[in-house]
């Protein structure tokens, strides 16, 4: 963990209620899947943000807008000053992937798989993105994984974009060494459809970011653990799903 002083340099809609801040800043370190937590002038508590990508000296947040404090977020312009703790929590292990990978995001999950691509298709794997949306104007990334080389599939819940229906309805129960991250109920219907042949990202609601509350624990075969400190990356087969 590192604490340290960021400067916005691009805070704009991307989606419905969905905003890409772009700030520079120490990148040193910092992991796909991991994430940072953000510190916001008159909220007591930081927010937790999934890392999307990290370019030299760049780092990528991608976040909805759902309370006061990412309002707030939304509000802020170019050149302000951030308080961020980066380098937090377990990221993705690339390198269990054989050369065919497929990547599965649901809404706000999507954004940390994007620096996890960059670095397979670094490494010369081949990468299928399947993303789900509930409608049509909360779409993002896929122009961007497009660019990066990557086989994309889009579908939303209403069938306002791509096809209607949900992420396992575009998978079948033979699908390569996955990376996935969205809400729990997506992750349950990938892990029955596909098999536990992944790594999934957790989605918890946290307090203090840094396992201390113990506010965003699971239950796991192992025991209880905490999203933010064990996490919030886990091998598929770990979770207990039911």
């Given amino acids: 963990m590192k604490?340290?002083?960021?400067?916005?340099?691009?805070?704009?809609?991307?989606?419905?209620?969905?905003?890409?801040?772009?700030?520079?800043?120490?990148?040193?370190?910092?992991?796909?899947?991991?994430?940072?937590?953000?510190?916001?002038?008159?909220?007591?508590?930081?927010?937790p943000l999934s890392v999307c990508?990290?370019?030299?000296?760049?780092?990528?947040?991608?976040?909805?807008?759902?309370?006061?404090?990412?309002?707030?977020?939304?509000?802020?312009?170019?050149?302000?000053?951030?308080?961020i703790l980066t380098g937090l929590g377990n990221g993705y292990n690339l390198t269990l992937a054989g050369h065919d990978v497929l990547l599965v995001g649901g809404g706000v999950g999507i954004p940390p798989l994007v620096f996890a691509v960059r670095q397979l298709l670094n490494t010369g794997?081949?990468?299928?993105?399947?993303?789900?949306?509930?409608?049509?104007?909360?779409?993002?990334?896929?122009?961007?994984?497009?660019?990066?080389?990557?086989?994309?599939?889009?579908?939303?819940?209403?069938?306002?974009?791509?096809?209607?229906?949900?992420?396992?309805?575009?998978?079948?129960?033979?699908?390569?060494?996955?990376?996935?991250?969205?809400?729990l109920p997506m992750l349950r219907a990938l892990v029955q459809k596909v098999g536990t042949n992944g790594q999934v990202s957790m989605e918890e609601r946290m307090g203090c970011g840094v396992g201390l509350c113990v506010g965003c624990s699971i239950r796991t075969r192992h025991g209880i653990k905490r999203v933010c400190k064990e996490g919030p990356v886990f091998s598929a087969d770990e979770i207990q799903w039911m």
């Fill in 125 to 183: 794997r081949r990468a299928r993105v399947v993303m789900g949306f509930n409608t049509a104007r909360e779409v993002f990334g896929e122009e961007l994984f497009r660019r990066m080389g990557c086989s994309v599939e889009v579908c939303t819940m209403d069938g306002s974009y791509g096809k209607k229906g949900m992420v396992t309805d575009l998978l079948t129960a033979s699908e390569p060494f996955y990376y996935a991250c969205g809400p």
């Fill in 53 to 83: 990508d990290i370019e030299d000296d760049r780092l990528t947040l991608i976040y909805k807008v759902v309370g006061a404090g990412t309002s707030a977020m939304s509000a802020m312009q170019a050149g302000t000053r951030l308080d």
């Fill in 3 to 47: 604490q340290s002083e960021w400067t916005i340099e691009s805070n704009l809609p991307i989606a419905y209620r969905t905003f890409e801040m772009v700030l520079r800043g120490d990148t040193v370190g910092i992991l796909p899947g991991q994430f940072v937590d953000v510190a916001l002038p008159d909220f007591f508590l930081r927010r």
